[in-house]
């Protein structure tokens, strides 16, 4: 799981009020402080930013004002203040404390400058990027289209802030599945920055970040780590190790590592990214879920259950807390759970947490949340959770629907091959070999290509393929598969996981039905289908 990255502007904001009009006149208290907490606010010094930014409010509001000027003057003044201050909780995941100043700054602005200000524009996206970070895409859409519209007017269409905000729509497009509306989006975005700002300026990091996404997204994993990579290359130079940014860029990372099979490295960048992001936010914020999340994962890849099953649940309990409990991210959430609980054989406790994400997708408080789930990963959705209940004949049908959509995306994709893998899994279950060996075989074939001979995707339907040569008597086809299945597991789980010794339990078990030549009794094979 991996947050999507947005700029807000609010010292745009800021300066641009006191621009307007020689009436808007501040003490130079009040440019101090908030000059002061804008510095703090870019150092991730968030107690700092909130005392600067409410000192310079109390400044403002004690100003004297009769004339109907004055009056505007210090409504200006102290709608920038809560602008920045809302920043300043949004940042910190405090959503609902930032949503309302957000709007008591927009509505100011618009009583003293009119709704097609670029002030006012700028103010918008900030109350945009707040709904984009809480899954409310509907909502931030049309506020982002309009702040384009009056800052191109204002800034020209080359200029950095309709880069910023064109990037920002791009992940509004991004959680609606508009991806192919998406890419040219941030690929417009980032050519304005590098041109504008320079290769090397941290907004350029932030699209960088959002452009791997999309290539993770599209199945372009070399690319996604190219962008990633440079990402946290820009932000450690500018920012230092230690900032918020930088975990960002760590957990993307970390992320890709895990498509590539490297759970060492992924667990690495994951604990460094946690240890920021825990001790600059405290054990309950948005990204530290994230990162929580992500651990628990990677553990339960590891074959590293209790210790996934813990990190779980503390995802769980700290999202439901900061991100509330319909956010689309608690779903994704309640679905690793669900798996790792099958796993677990909890299945009683997997199937409420099923029933709560499939209530929050479809559920009338969480509009948003159903759209951020593209129609694949609706289908394989569907095909796990049957697959569980042993509904072998649905699962199958929705699998096969999930290849026919996974081949949208191009017949190498990787979401192919899981859709193959299990369904061919399902026909393997519904004693159906025939019919499932050529569909193991092609999802063999395509990670194979995608990510080597080695890759640990490859794990699942090598041993799915393996079973089904067993099941027709085949057992010198299956004895080199079960032995690669171990190698490759071995190599990325260790050499205790409980995965690699049942690999190996099952590989020696075939081999003595091949070299002795004596009637054995055949390992217990049950493969799980794996939604990745």
């Given at each position: 799981m991996s947050i999507s990255n947005s700029k807000l502007l609010f010292c745009l904001a800021a300066s641009l009020i006191l621009s307007v009009g020689a009436c808007l006149a501040q003490s130079e208290l009040w440019k101090s402080e908030m000059s002061a907490g804008r510095t703090s606010l870019q150092q991730a010094d968030y107690a700092s930013a909130e005392k600067h930014f409410l000192a310079a409010q109390k400044d403002a509001e004690g100003l004297p004002a009769t004339s109907q000027q004055e009056i505007e003057n210090k409504d200006g003044l102290i709608a920038t203040c809560q602008n920045n201050l809302a920043e300043?909780?949004?940042?910190?995941?405090?959503?609902?404390?930032?949503?309302?100043?957000?709007?008591?700054?927009?509505?100011?602005?618009?009583?003293?400058?009119?709704?097609?200000?670029?002030?006012?524009?700028?103010?918008?996206?900030?109350?945009?990027?707040?709904?984009?970070?809480?899954?409310?895409?509907?909502?931030?859409?049309?506020?982002?289209?309009?702040?384009?519209?009056?800052?191109?007017?204002?800034?020209?269409?080359?200029?950095?802030?309709?880069?910023?905000?064109?990037?920002?729509?791009?992940?509004?497009?991004?959680?609606?599945?508009?991806?192919?509306?998406?890419?040219?989006?941030?690929?417009?975005?980032?050519?304005?920055?590098?041109?504008?700002?320079?290769?090397?300026?941290?907004?350029?990091?932030?699209?960088?970040?959002?452009?791997?996404?999309?290539c993770l997204t599209a199945g372009k994993i070399s690319e996604a780590k190219q962008y990633m990579e440079r990402s946290l290359k820009i932000r450690e130079k500018a920012f230092g190790p230690d900032h918020p940014d930088v975990a960002q860029s760590l957990n993307g990372l970390a992320v890709i590592y895990g498509k590539l099979g490297n759970y060492t490295q992924e667990e690495v960048l994951l604990k460094r990214a946690l240890a920021i992001r825990e001790k600059k936010f405290g054990p309950n914020h948005p990204a530290v879920v994230e990162t929580v999340a992500n651990m628990a994962v990677l553990h339960q890849n590891q074959g590293k259950y209790a210790l996934a099953e813990l990190e779980e649940k503390r995802a769980l309990t700290v999202g439901e807390k900061t991100l509330g409990p319909n956010h689309p991210r608690l779903a994704v959430i309640l679905d690793n759970y669900a798996n790792l609980l099958r796993v677990l054989n909890k299945n009683a406790e997997a199937q409420k947490m099923e029933a709560r994400a499939t209530q929050i997708r479809g559920g009338k408080n969480s509009a948003t949340a159903s759209v951020n789930e593209s129609e694949w990963d609706k289908l394989m959705r569907a095909g796990v959770m049957a697959a569980n209940q042993h509904k072998y004949a649905d699962a199958a049908k929705s699998f096969s629907a999930a290849v026919t959509e996974a081949e949208k995306f191009g017949p190498q994709d990787p979401r192919v091959a899981i859709s193959l893998s299990n369904l061919g899994s399902m026909y393997d279950s519904m004693g159906k070999p025939a019919q499932a060996e050529p569909l193991l075989k092609r999802a063999v074939a395509i990670e194979e290509k995608v990510f080597g001979p080695t890759h640990i995707n490859l794990a699942s339907p090598l041993e799915t393929l393996a079973i089904v040569y067993c099941r027709k008597k085949q057992f010198s086809q299956a004895l080199p598969l079960l032995k690669r299945v171990s190698t490759i597991r071995e190599k990325a789980l260790g050499p205790t996981s409980p995965a690699v010794l049942q690999s190996k339990k099952n590989y020696a078990t075939i081999s003595r039905i091949v070299t002795q030549r004596i009637p054995a009794k055949l390992p217990s094979f049950n493969p799980v289908p794996i939604k990745q």
């Open positions: 300043t909780y949004e940042r910190q995941g405090k959503y609902a404390v930032a949503e309302p100043l957000y709007k008591q700054a927009i509505a100011t602005y618009e009583k003293i400058l009119g709704p097609d200000h670029k002030v006012v524009a700028v103010s918008t996206s900030n109350l945009a990027s707040l709904y984009l970070a809480q899954g409310k895409f509907a909502e931030a859409e049309p506020l982002y289209l309009h702040a384009i519209e009056v800052t191109e007017k204002a800034f020209g269409s080359e200029s950095p802030e309709v880069a910023s905000l064109l990037d920002n729509l791009a992940q509004i497009y991004r959680g609606l599945q508009k991806n192919a509306e998406a890419e040219p989006l941030i690929k417009r975005a980032l050519a304005i920055e590098e041109k504008t700002l320079g290769p090397d300026h941290p907004d350029v990091a932030v699209t960088l970040s959002n452009m791997s996404s999309q």
